[in-house]
């Protein structure tokens, strides 16, 4: 009697199948795998929280030291550069520890009077170089709605400080972006009608 010789794809077929079914049943290392795909996502969303925390107390100190300045000025009866020269200071001490990002701190002071129509105008000015940023006289058009009163004089503080913000995306792009956080406040004099700047 004769008898067929399977052919060798035949022959193969059964332990091929028999293979493939243990490795789909097989679950070693998968834990390893599901970390492998996870541990970049978890990676990137940890740096871009921690990116934001830092970002948000740089703001919050930029608040702070803008809001100080202003109230520190408008305590004084008068001024002069000497004094105005020492706010970068406070600036610095607020800041601690980021002491880069108040080394880079941009700081504008200004006198504004209020005439009787409440209208606003630069009485005097001061930056940290130690010059005017603005002319006397020039209008002032972003006074607060409830800061407009006729013959009263304020104080703006104008603060704004760079921050560097790591971009992270694994496997599309890290890159390292500069972000400028701004600052203004307005405060009314403590004592006296005005506060004048002896040498600005």
């Known amino acids: 009697m004769r008898t067929e010789r399977p ?20 679950r070693q290392g998968v834990g390893g795998v599901e970390f492998a ?11 871009t929280c921690f990116e934001l925390t ?20 408008t305590q004084q009866t008068s001024v002069n550069k000497a004094f105005l020269a ?13 002491r880069k990002e108040a080394d880079a701190v941009s ?31 020039t209008s002032v058009s972003d006074v607060p709605d409830e800061l407009k009163a006729a013959n009263s004089f304020l104080v703006r503080a104008e603060l704004s400080v ?18 400028t956080i701004s600052r203004t406040f307005f405060y009314r004099q403590r004592v006296g009608d005005s506060i004048a700047c002896t040498d600005c």
């Open 37 to 47: 795909i996870l541990a970049p996502i978890l990676i990137s969303l940890y740096i």
């Open 162 to 179: 760079p921050h560097q913000l790591l971009m992270f995306l694994p496997g599309i792009s890290s890159e390292t972006r500069t972000i």
């Open 7 to 26: 052919l060798d794809g035949q022959r193969h077929r059964p332990g091929l199948i028999l293979t493939l079914r243990r490795l789909l049943a097989d």
């Open 54 to 73: 830092m970002g948000l107390s740089v703001a919050k100190r930029a608040t702070r030291a803008a809001s100080t300045i202003a109230d520190l000025v």
């Open 107 to 137: 700081l504008k002071i200004t006198g504004i009077a209020m005439d009787a129509n409440a209208t606003a105008k630069v009485l005097w000015s001061w930056q940290e170089d130690g010059t005017r940023p603005y002319s006397a006289g």
């Open 86 to 98: 020492t706010m970068p200071d406070v600036t610095e001490a607020i800041f601690v520890p980021y």
